[in-house]
Every structure is written in structure tokens, then in C-alpha cells.
Nanobody, 125 residues
Framework: VQLVESGGGSVQAGGSLRLSCAAS????????MGWFRQAPGKEREFVAA????????HYTDSVKGRFTISRDNSKKSVSLQMNSLKPEDTAVYYC???????????????????WGQGTQVTVSS
């Protein structure tokens, strides 16, 4: 199983970035997918999650209205569109996957089985 994130970088506050995660070695269309982030000196935190079909999504309060998670099962990929970025969004962002028996999402990092290596997002003021 491999999850590979891309799209991180440096941007000024108010800017946008789009993160992508390419999956291989898993039955992607039966996996809930999530994005998490970890800032220096802080614990990893949930950002967004999406169910198999993409019909159910969930966001942490601090990114609602600014971030959008989406997936393309034909390409085995999940994306995180990040708009109106703030300095407090600076972190390493991780993609995660877990097989689920139902079309639902997960918000706890402990519920995910597979993780990418992370991609750095830096937002300057």
C-alpha cells in the first residue's frame, strides 16, 4: 500500500493550494480517505474526511468554508483544495486511508490504517 501526497508549498496568507494524494495497492473505492495535519510542537489533527462515494464529507471547524475534500475513484486519488489560507494552516499535511464496510467517513487518526509521508504547507503572513 502506498499513499503519495503532492502539491504542498509556500504561499502568502489568503492564497490557495491544492493537495493531491495518489493511492496504490488498496481497494481505493472501498476506502474512506482523510487529511490530517501536524504543526511543529503540536499533535496531529484531523482536517477533512470523505466516504467511498464522496457523498459524505466532514471538516474540522477551523477549515469549514475554506477547504474542500474530493476524490476520483477512477484515478485512485483524493484532493484537498485549500483556499483563503492562514498562517495557522502551516503544517505537514498527511493523507490517510482505511477500508470501511459502509459508505462512511472517519475523523480519528486511530481509525486509519494507511498513511502517506506528508507534504509541507507553509503560509506566511
Amino acid at each position: 500500500v502506498q499513499l503519495v501526497e503532492s502539491g504542498g508549498g509556500s504561499v502568502q496568507a489568503g492564497g490557495s493550494l491544492r493537495l493531491s494524494c495518489a493511492a496504490s495497492g488498496i481497494n481505493f473505492s472501498r476506502c474512506a480517505m482523510g487529511w490530517f495535519r501536524q504543526a511543529p510542537g503540536k499533535e496531529r489533527e484531523f482536517v477533512a474526511a470523505i466516504s467511498w462515494s464522496g457523498g459524505s464529507t466532514h471538516y474540522t471547524d477551523s477549515v469549514k468554508g475554506r477547504f474542500t475534500i474530493s476524490r476520483d475513484n477512477s484515478k485512485k486519488s483524493v484532493s484537498l483544495q485549500m483556499n483563503s489560507l492562514k498562517p495557522e494552516d502551516t503544517a505537514v499535511y498527511y493523507c490517510a486511508a482505511v477500508f470501511t464496510f459502509s459508505d462512511s467517513y472517519r475523523t480519528s487518526s486511530e481509525r486509519y490504517d494507511y498513511w502517506g509521508q506528508g507534504t509541507q504547507v507553509t503560509v506566511s503572513s
